[in-house]
Nanobody, 114 residues
Framework: VQLQASGGGLVQAGGSLRLSCAAS????????MRWYRQAPGKQREFVAL???????NHAESVKGRFTISRDDAKSTVYLQMNTLNAEDTAVYYC?????????WGRGTQVTVSS
């Protein structure tokens, strides 16, 4: 299983980014997908999830600003991030969970300048 995250970068506060995570080696339509992030010196934290049937949940800290979505035809999950602030600076990781197993991608850096 491979998860390739992309779309990170440097953005000014108030700006937007869209992260993508392309999956291979698994039955994507059967997988739940999650985004996590880890800021320097902090523990990895949950950001958002989308189930195999499209149900979503977002962490309180990003509700109303971030939106997770998926395109099963492209085996890709997205994280649309709006109104970014300095506290969103972190490495963002995608995670797939299917049939009792979890898989992690390498992460993509998001840096928000204030």
């Amino acid at each position: 299983v491979q998860l390739q995250a992309s779309g990170g970068g440097l953005v000014q506060a108030g700006g937007s980014l869209r992260l993508s995570c392309a999956a291979s080696g698994l039955i994507f339509g059967a997988a739940g997908m999650r985004w996590y992030r880890q800021a320097p010196g902090k523990q990895r934290e949950f950001v958002a999830l989308i189930t195999s049937t499209g149900g979503t949940n977002h962490a309180e800290s990003v509700k109303g600003r971030f939106t997770i979505s998926r395109d099963d035809a492209k085996s890709t999950v997205y994280l649309q991030m709006n109104t970014l602030n300095a506290e969103d600076t972190a490495v963002y990781y995608c995670n797939a969970y299917v049939r009792g197993s979890q898989y992690w991608g390498r992460g993509t850096q998001v840096t928000v300048s204030s």
